[in-house]
């Protein structure tokens, strides 16, 4: 369907209802607040009781999208559905794993939908042959047949080999189930456990595991343990500040199970001897002090603690005794080296492994336990992605090494760390083919609006013309300290095979740049991560990469908060903005005690019910909040109605408030997933074909879906 005959139906309207909230002396209206379902906790573990005129409003929506991107983009859709697909190996398996007399791994048959765990015995865990030795765990496939949404949390075995236990969720709410099965016997045991966070750890003994709950606004509060066999508990912890998170993990030499919880900002451990006769009996390692982040390792006989204490802003490592009750008992061990963000700190009996991030790339540092000499692990791509596991072992000289760039299939090593060599286990195979020298990687750094440098991803076709005429895809997140891996995804060169410019802009917010540029991205000055995606794409601009209104801005969640701020800032820089999932109601959702992240994150952002200055601070740059008759372009937003993280009704508000008030502008495409969480569909090929749809969106934005749509001349109606 051409632009000139495109079928121009009515997009949905939604009702404006007054809702007026006072707080910290400001008044503000939510005429969008009726589409929160005031029972959102019980839509979570059944959607079947959405109210019926929210539940129409959602699925007018997905009719107008469906009518005016889907149906007309079904064949694109199908061709680059295949183009994915075909990018993926159906019967695929990662590297087995070694745990003594076993080898573990996970697997997909031909046509599968979710993983297949399995083992088979590690003397031949490497041999071809021996897949007649196999032995399916868990079965993926069969046990999410039927289902519309199922994902596996945690998988593990027990540590003697006879039991595994796993999480699954089958609606996309995060109220993960935890079953346990006899390995032996091939049959489930009575333990079912309801309402968990999704992890757990096993006891030493393999007769219990410790577990942690939901509560009622989806929070973890509570860590339990529970004998296999019992229908009761023992309570271990209970977090009381409702802004904390809790995790729960054995430490990689088995004699401890750490607690930890803590906020964004706050950590505090605590331990439990694998080996003591009172199994809920609890150690503090050191008291949570306001801003003092600390995770810890079982090294040398005794705890290597990365933190920020003293104002080690990227982290230094100290070293304490196992009865250590303070930080006084602390002594340093790797010093502070401003630049050089140490990201995590892993232990085997022998060695030292830390994740280092400098010059906003990562690299491996390895210390020897016996000589005390260090050496690095770096790579010479110009942007790539490297991270290291310890598996299962204790007592090993070997690590697993995951290497990928934008342009390298991920590739998996083992790395001898005693006699510094690296063996090649596996290489990503891509069926359809993939040529590296096909494609060329930039890594630039922009000029930010204070003369900070902003690093830049950029994938491209060799044969792609620089010389502005190519589209871009600009992708940008930008929150929590997370960093956006310059890693290998197949998807994405659908649209570089058809001309794009795919990149990827490490903005403030995150740690591309160590943690001082976390710092800069957060709280009151958030604003920088917006203004740095809006100098990425100036820069990239002015280099000839692309061109002003041929940029297809795309991020989720937090990202999704960037696109909606962006769009409000700049919104003729783009030809359109694809926002998963997006978080864009700040302040009402920062106000909203009740939904599971709130608490959690007013570290983050600020707290809006009671503090006036975090309210207006919030209040300057929340999407939702600055919506105005501005020239917005096409936009695809999408959610899931039993997502907890960001609930169904800002993606839902921010479309029907954009209408209000840009009705010329657009249009506007609201896909809300009926039966999935945040990250949507559940099954690795379902999952394609949503992102199928998205790049149909940026083809059609920039003009280039052949004649089926023509986002570019903004001729549909909304």
């Known amino acids: 369907m051409s632009a000139s005959s495109m079928v121009d139906p009515t997009p949905p309207i939604a009702k404006r209802v007054e809702k007026i909230t006072e707080q910290v002396g400001r008044t503000r209206n939510d005429p969008y607040a009726w589409i929160r379902d005031d029972n959102w906790q019980e839509v979570m573990q059944d959607p079947s009781i959405l109210k019926q005129d929210i539940r129409d409003y959602l699925e007018a929506e997905n009719a107008y999208t469906k009518e005016v991107l889907e149906t007309p983009t079904e064949a694109l859709q199908t061709e680059l559905f295949d183009e994915m697909k075909g990018r993926i190996k159906e019967d695929d398996s990662s590297v ?7 080898a573990y791994y996970r697997k997909f048959r031909e046509g599968g939908e979710y993983p297949v765990y399995a083992r088979k015995p590690a003397a031949s865990a490497f041999n071809d042959a021996s897949d007649a030795e196999e032995v399916i765990l868990l079965d993926g496939d069969a046990m999410g047949e039927g289902q519309e949404y199922f994902h596996f949390g945690q998988v593990s075995h027990s540590p003697d080999h006879s039991k595994i236990a796993y999480t699954v969720d089958d609606k996309g709410s995060e109220f993960y189930t935890l079953r346990i099965k006899d390995l032996n ?55 009381q500040d409702t802004g904390y998170f809790l995790g729960i993990e054995r430490s990689q030499s088995d004699k401890f199970i750490f607690i930890r919880t803590g906020n964004h900002t706050t950590s505090e451990y605590h331990y439990i001897r694998a080996d003591s006769d009172n199994p809920t009996k609890l150690h503090t390692i050191a008291p949570r002090e306001d801003g003092i982040e600390y995770e810890v390792v079982d090294y040398d006989g005794q705890f290597y603690i990365k933190t920020n204490a003293d104002g080690a802003v990227d982290f ?24 050089t963000l140490i990201n995590d700190v892993s232990a085997l009996k022998d ?32 942007a790539y992605d490297i991270s290291a596991s310890t598996g299962y072992e204790y007592d090993t000289d070997t690590i697993r090494l995951y290497y990928a760039s934008p342009t390298t299939p991920d590739q998996t090593h083992d790395y001898n760390m005693a006699t510094r060599q690296k063996t090649l286990l596996k290489t990503r195979e891509i069926p359809s083919g993939h040529n590296p020298e096909d494609y060329v990687v930039d890594r630039v750094m922009a000029p930010a609006h204070d003369g900070e440098l902003i690093p830049v991803t950029v994938l ?154 975090d309210y207006d601070q919030i209040l300057e740059y929340s999407p939702y909040d600055n919506v105005g008759d501005k020239p917005y372009p096409p936009m695809l937003i999408t959610g899931g109605l039993t997502d907890p993280r960001v609930t169904y009704w800002e993606p839902a508000k921010w479309a029907a408030i954009l209408r209000h008030e840009a009705p010329k502008a657009g249009p506007y495409f609201l896909r809300i997933n009926m039966g999935a969480g945040h990250g949507g569909a559940s099954g690795r090929f379902e999952g394609l074909k949503e992102t199928a749809i998205e790049y149909s969106f940026a083809l059609a934005a920039v003009g280039k879906a052949g004649d089926t749509l023509d986002l570019s001349a903004k001729e549909t109606s909304n």
């Open 96 to 102: 087995p794993a070694i745990d003594g007399e076993w």
């Open 316 to 339: 230094k490592v100290m070293s304490a005794p196992y009865d250590s009750t303070d930080r006084a008992d602390w002594k340093e061990v790797i010093a502070h080296q401003p630049g």
């Open 185 to 239: 016997t091939g049959e489930h045991i009575d333990t079912v456990i309801e309402n968990t966070y999704g992890a757990f750890t096993w006891a030493a003994a393999s007769n219990a595991v410790y577990w942690i709950n939901r509560n009622d606004n989806n929070r973890p509060e509570k860590i339990f343990f529970r004998k296999l066999g019992e229908t009761t508990d023992s309570l271990v912890f209970h977090e």
């Open 460 to 613: 491209r076709h060799k044969d792609t013309p620089m010389d502005g005429s190519a589209p871009m895809l600009l992708y940008g997140y930008g929150s929590y300290g997370i960093t956006i891996s310059a890693d290998f995804r197949t998807g994405r060169l659908s649209l570089v095979d058809r001309g794009f410019v795919y990149a990827m802009a490490h903005i403030r917010g995150s740690q591309a740049k160590g943690y001082q540029w976390y710092l800069d991205g957060k709280l009151e000055k958030k604003t920088n991560t917006f203004k740095d995606f809006l100098s990425a794409g100036h820069y990239l601009i002015d280099q000839k990469y692309t061109s002003k209104g041929q940029i297809v801005g795309m991020g989720g969640s937090a990202g999704g908060l960037l696109m909606g701020a962006v769009s409000n800032m700049e919104p003729e820089m783009f030809a359109g903005i694809i926002a998963a999932v997006p978080f864009v109601d700040v302040v009402n959702t920062m106000s909203d005690t009740e939904l599971p992240l709130t608490p959690p994150e007013w570290p983050e952002w600020g707290n809006p019910l009671e503090s006036a200055e």
């Open 351 to 382: 060695w030292l492994v830390i994740e280092e991030r400098k010059n906003a790339l990562p690299q491996l540092s390895i210390t020897s336990r016996k000589t005390g000499e260090t050496h690095d692990i770096a790579f010479d791509e110009a």
